[in-house]
C-alpha cells in the first residue's frame, strides 16, 4: 500500500506543477482539502516559524482562485523548476508528504519586476474518501 502511496502523492506534485506551468487556478484549487493551511517565511532564510505568515488564511475556493488567477492575469511565468527530493506514506496508505525543491520564477507584465519563490518546501498530503488532497505547505525556504 505505501508503494502505491508514494505514487499517487508524487502524481499529486505533477499536477501541482503543471497548474503552475499551465496558470490554471482551477486545476490548483482541486488539489487542496477544505482544511489546507499555506504558511510563508517572510523571506527564503526566515527560518525560524516565529515570523511566518499565512497571507492566504484558511483554505477558501474562490478567494485563492481568484488570487491565483490575479496573479496568472498580471505576471508572465518565466521558469517553474521543480524536483521532488523525497516522498514519504504512512504505512496505512492514507498520508504522506512530499519534499521538494522549487524555483519559480514571474515577472509583472506592467512594471517588468520579477519575483521569485525559491527553496524547498514540505507537502503535506491526506487521503480522503479515495482521493488524496494537500493539507498543508511549508513557504520556500534555502537551507545551506
Known sequence: MTDAAV????AMVDRETDAW????AETLVSLFHPD???????????????????PLG???AERWRAGWQTLFESHDLISNERVTRRIEATPEGDGGFAVVDIDTRWRNAKTGVEDRWHGRVCKIFAKCDGSWKMTMQTG???YD
Do not use: Q, Y
Not at 7 to 10: H, T, V
Not at 21 to 24: A, L, V
Open 7 to 10: 505514487a499517487e502523492i508524487g
Open 21 to 24: 506551468n499551465r496558470k490554471d
Open 36 to 54: 489546507m493551511v499555506w504558511i510563508w517565511p517572510p523571506t527564503d532564510r526566515s527560518h525560524d516559524p516565529m515570523t511566518w505568515v499565512m
Open 58 to 60: 484558511r483554505f477558501n
Open 140 to 142: 520556500a525556504l534555502v
